[in-house]
T-cell receptor
């Protein structure tokens, strides 16, 4: 069975602080994909990143960075110098090669000016 | 990037009526479409997977007769909430899967907010 856990339900940070959102996953697939999505109040999902299980390189995109560690089944997401516009719910998700996407429970991030 | 649309974006209906939600892949042919449901402050829960021309596969606990899914073509899937009740009020999101270069990529629609009075 596949499962995604995001232990942090809600996080509040002050603008310009760095924040890390945790994600731990479970799967028996040898090939799988991990995702992060942002869901602002409008509700529309915004795709942030996809990583496949064979690529453990960390990735940086502007203020966003991701740390994928297979040894601990974690795929953590860090926002550097947070901004108010980063306030949203963030979902970590998992899928197999052909499979449906399984979402974690989400972390609600509030960035306070 | 690929675009998936949903119509309507918002619908309010009376209890007992049926509501149809359309999901279209606008610039690609989707091998598979998925329907998700999201309650307020909750995560997205997969309801069903549909492939064009075949019956949808429903997740455990999802009533097939309540949530009718039709995947008429490679670009269109519809979800009909039959005899809707207030507890069916939710945010419904579809996604369309496109196989490209040996890789399945899912694109999500903007969602449909259903309110049943």
């Amino acid at each position: 069975a596949q499962k995604v856990t995001q232990a942090q339900t809600e996080i509040s940070v002050v603008e310009k602080e760095d924040v890390t959102l945790d994600c731990v996953y479970e799967t028996r697939d040898t090939t799988y994909y991990l995702f992060w999505y942002k869901q602002p109040p409008s509700g529309e999902l915004v795709f942030l990143i996809r990583r496949n299980s064979f690529d453990e390189q960390n990735e940086i995109s502007g203020r966003y960075s991701w740390n994928f560690q297979k040894s601990t089944s974690s795929f953590n997401f860090t926002i550097t110098a947070s901004q108010v516009v980063d306030s949203a719910v963030y979902f970590c998700a998992l899928s197999g090669y052909y499979d449906k996407v399984i979402f974690g429970p989400g972390t609600s991030l509030s960035v306070i000016p | 990037g690929a675009v998936v649309s949903q119509h309507p974006s918002r619908v309010i209906c009376k209890s007992g009526t049926s509501v149809k939600i359309e999901c279209r892949s606008l610039d690609f042919q989707a091998t598979t479409m998925f329907w998700y449901r999201q309650f307020p402050k909750k995560s997205l829960m997969l309801m069903a997977t549909s492939n064009e021309g075949s019956k949808a596969t429903y997740e455990q606990g999802v009533e097939k007769d309540k949530f009718l899914i039709n995947h008429a073509s490679l670009t269109l899937s519809t979800l009909t909430v039959t005899s809707a009740h207030p507890e069916d009020s939710s945010f419904y999101i579809c996604s369309a899967s496109w196989r490209r270069e040996g890789l399945n990529t899912q694109y999500f629609g903007p969602g449909t907010r259903l309110t049943v009075l």
